[in-house]
């Protein structure tokens, strides 16, 4: 099916432990990105890359890494989840710089760190 | 530096009522402004975006946005509501000039439907 989608769409983890969140888009967008959403605090950017390989921090990046090997992933890796942590993820993926076109967005990944 | 402000966190209208949410920015370049919606447990779908070209932008589901520079303002209106426009409703900004690929968010606008 083309699209964005992430997976998993649920995930309960512990303090301490090492999360990866999957994102996966069909149209051979240059640009991906990851937000969180927090009550209060709309969508925040984490981290967001132009290209295979290219990748830059965003608003929030801290206790995250990402990577992105092929054009069509985009994977966020919590190193050692924290309770801060527990928010709502979105992946998004657009055709070129921001400024000048809509992002596609995923249907996001609830995160619970206990 | 970009910031937006969206100026109602909740607004509650009537069915077949106008809808108005109320949006200002900040950009220290040309922006770019966005609106989209998003429905309970779903992800983010654009409604209208302005990119320099007309002033009134009209969007998807008969909502349309009119960008007042001189008010820095992108409010967001529609003539006649439905229960379906019941959604939290993100007003977006970039620098056209700058930062490529940030944009900032809004917190949010809440908006209810009432039958």
């Known amino acids: 099916d083309a699209g964005i989608t992430q997976s998993p769409r649920y995930k309960i983890t512990e303090t301490g432990r090492q999360v990866t969140l999957m994102c996966h888009q069909t149209w051979s967008h240059s640009y991906m990105f990851w937000y969180r959403q927090d009550l209060g605090h709309g969508l925040r950017l984490i981290y967001y890359s132009a290209a295979a390989d290219i990748t830059d921090k965003g608003e929030v990046p801290d206790g995250y890494v990402v990577s992105r090997s092929k054009t069509e992933n985009f994977p966020l890796t919590l190193e050692s989840a924290t309770r801060s942590q527990t928010s709502v993820y979105f992946c998004a993926s657009g055709p070129t710089s921001f400024s000048y076109n809509e992002q596609f967005f995923g249907p996001g990944t609830r995160l619970t760190v206990l | 530096a970009q910031s937006v402000t969206q100026l109602d966190s909740h607004v509650s209208v009537s069915e077949g009522t106008p809808v108005l949410l109320r949006c200002n920015y900040s950009?220290?370049?040309?922006?770019?402004l966005f609106w989209y919606v998003q429905h309970p447990n779903k992800g983010l779908q654009l409604l209208l975006k302005y990119t320099s070209a007309a002033t009134l932008v009209k969007g998807i589901n008969g909502f349309e946005a009119e960008f007042k520079k001189s008010e820095t303002s992108f409010h967001l209106t529609k003539p006649s509501a439905h229960m379906s426009d019941a959604a939290e409703y993100f007003c977006?900004?970039?620098?056209?000039?700058?930062?490529?690929?940030?944009?900032?968010f809004g917190d949010g606008t809440t908006l209810t439907v009432k039958p």
């Open positions: 977006v900004v970039s620098d056209r000039d700058t930062n490529a690929g940030k944009s900032t």
């Open positions: 950009s220290s370049y040309s922006p770019s």
